[in-house]
């Protein structure tokens, strides 16, 4: 079973405008990963942030982590229309675990 | 850096054959793969873990001899779908961890490409 849950399942946005993703999830995590996904291909590594982190930047994106709500979100600003794609985040609960878990995913369509 | 390839792209076979993916790390050793299968517009889903030299741990649900896994290398893995049929037609995707380092104490996965297998 899927442990993150993402919302919104689907966002549509003008480009130029900031997209924004929530992810939660149920047990304690070591860290938290965010990939995308363009239409038919594999993922691309994004950003990962730490169960100690709140907050970090990388570019266009900033990603925060919430560990009391168990939550998690990623803001692109600025988006562009090559920000299309998937979104998916996943966690990784440590402890010598190496699985990920990954969420259902939000699918970012930005308009032109 | 961290490069993972996955061959075949894509493939097309006949119901009752066996397809074999492979998965290459091609410029780290990566002690541990990672096999998942994605349907359209769902999520990723393990299938199973892979060390090096020693046997596949598999999700529960997934049947160990229908999808075949060899990681005879620490750069390839195999996995190996039996007598596949229809319903096994998806989205086969590998991860590769690397065995030592910064990334390997993240948990930092690097992906492949993907395999889009159509059984007819």
């Known amino acids: 079973s899927q442990q993150g849950e993402e919302d919104p399942q689907a966002l549509s946005i003008q480009e130029g405008e900031n997209a924004t993703m929530n992810c939660s999830y149920k047990?304690?995590?070591?860290?938290l990963q965010w990939y995308r996904q363009n239409s038919g291909r594999g993922l691309v590594h994004l950003i990962l942030?730490?169960?100690?982190?709140r907050e970090k930047h990388s570019g266009r994106l900033r990603v925060t982590l919430d560990t009391s709500k168990k939550s998690s979100s990623l803001l692109i600003t600025a988006s562009r229309a090559a920000d299309t794609a998937s979104y998916f985040c996943?966690?990784?609960?440590?402890?010598?675990?190496?699985?990920?878990?990954f969420g259902q995913g939000t699918r970012l369509t930005i308009n032109p | 850096g961290a490069v993972v390839s996955q061959h075949p792209s894509w493939v097309i076979c006949k119901s009752g054959t066996s397809v074999k993916i492979e998965c290459r790390s091609l410029?780290?050793?990566?002690?541990?793969m990672f096999w998942y299968r994605q349907f359209p517009k769902q999520s990723l889903m393990l299938m199973a873990t892979?060390?090096?030299?020693?046997?596949?741990?598999?999700e529960q649900g997934v049947e160990k001899d229908k999808f075949l896994i060899n990681h005879a290398s620490l750069t390839l893995s195999t996995l190996t779908v039996t007598s596949a049929h229809p319903e096994d037609s998806s989205f086969y995707i590998c991860?590769?961890?690397?065995?030592?380092?910064?990334?390997?104490?993240?948990?930092?996965?690097?992906f492949g490409p993907g395999t889009r297998l159509t059984v007819l």
């Open positions: 996943a966690t990784d609960k440590g402890q010598g675990a190496q699985k990920l878990v």
């Open positions: 892979s060390n090096e030299g020693s046997k596949a741990t598999y």
């Open positions: 942030i730490r169960s100690n982190e």
């Open positions: 047990t304690s995590i070591n860290n």
């Open positions: 410029d780290f050793q990566a002690t541990t």
């Open positions: 991860s590769a961890r690397e065995g030592f380092g910064r990334a390997w104490l993240s948990n930092e996965q690097f």
